[in-house]
């Protein structure tokens, strides 16, 4: 859409003129929110996130138990415990929470980052089946999240979610297509 448009129509709209021929089929909206729940290649981006980061949680696991079990030891330790083995306890729970804390930041960063480049590449794909579909209908604005009101025949959010699981079904047949010999 031109940004001469959306002036256009915000311009009318804020003057209080009518624009009943000008925007009235014209404009669609989409719920974003429901998009993110339902389309097929949103729950593939987080079965991938889950594989990616299934180590990394498993071994954040591991640590947290090692604290666990380091913690216990420390507070079962009485008070007639050798000093140097006291220390020892000590200093080795100590390391094991600063490792844990290390391992956490880790996979934070690392998450966020992925869920960042995961949620690009999605809206891309959004942007390209919602811009073809507005071409094809004579859409001239779609617009998404901060909608207070659009009546029901102004929502496109089933057709778009209907043309991503027709691109997601057709890329997985020709995934697998590629995988047979």
């Known amino acids: 859409m031109h940004a001469r448009s959306l002036f256009l129509v915000l311009f009318l709209a804020a003057?209080?003129?009518?624009?009943?021929?000008?925007?009235?089929?014209?404009?669609?909206?989409v719920n974003f929110q429901k998009i993110l729940?339902?389309?097929?290649?949103?729950?593939?981006?987080?079965?991938l996130l889950d594989r990616e980061f299934a180590p990394l949680q498993k071994l954040l696991k591991q640590q947290q138990g090692n604290v666990?079990?380091?913690h216990e030891k420390h507070l079962g330790l009485g008070p007639g415990t050798n000093p140097l083995k006291r220390a020892s306890v000590e200093e080795q729970y100590k390391k094991a929470q600063e490792k844990l804390a290390e391992t956490t930041r880790q996979y934070q960063t690392r998450l966020k980052l992925?869920?960042?480049?995961?949620?690009?590449?999605f809206k891309r794909l959004l942007?390209?089946?919602?811009?073809?579909?507005?071409?094809?209908?004579g859409i001239t604005v779609v617009v998404n999240d901060g909608v207070a009101y659009a009546k029901s025949s102004l929502n496109i959010t089933d057709e778009i979610l209907a043309l991503l699981k027709e691109d997601y079904r057709q890329a997985k047949a020709a995934s697998a297509g590629k995988a047979q010999p």
Request: proline content about 4%; cysteine-free.
């Open 15 to 29: 003057a209080g003129l009518p624009l009943q021929g000008l925007a009235a089929d014209t404009m669609a909206a």
């Open 37 to 47: 729940r339902e389309a097929p290649q949103a729950k593939a981006s987080q079965e």
């Open 68 to 70: 666990q079990t380091l």
């Open 114 to 121: 992925r869920m960042t480049q995961l949620r690009a590449n």
């Open 127 to 137: 942007g390209k089946e919602i811009g073809l579909y507005a071409r094809q209908h």
